[in-house]
């Protein structure tokens, strides 16, 4: 999956894909020196509910493409130092 990755909240990340989805990422890798790069990230979609279960966060509305997912990283390649604007026709 390539895209930007930004800092997300306090210690969280997520990779903005080329078309402006946002996918929250893990990794046990420290992805801080990536942020406002242009990635690769290979690795797999996991169950956030695997890792953190909170019963009480099921009822509320999420805003989020893929709220109960995120994409954990097991590589990261670094195609450019800098994120490319989007482009728009």
Do not use: Y
């Not at 990755?5 to 420290?30: H, M, Y």
């Not at 797999?44 to 009480?56: L, N």
């Amino acid at each position: 999956m390539k895209g930007c990755l930004v800092k997300e909240g306090e210690q969280g990340f997520a990779l903005i894909s080329q078309r402006g989805s946002r996918i929250p990422l893990s990794s046990t890798e420290d992805l801080s020196s990536h942020v406002g790069q242009q990635v690769k990230a290979s690795g797999a979609f996991v169950d956030k509910a695997d890792e953190a279960p909170d019963p009480s966060s099921s009822n509320q509305p999420q805003s989020k493409l893929h709220p109960d997912h995120e994409f954990r990283i097991i590589r990261i390649d670094v195609l450019s130092q800098a994120c490319s604007p989007g482009k728009k026709k």
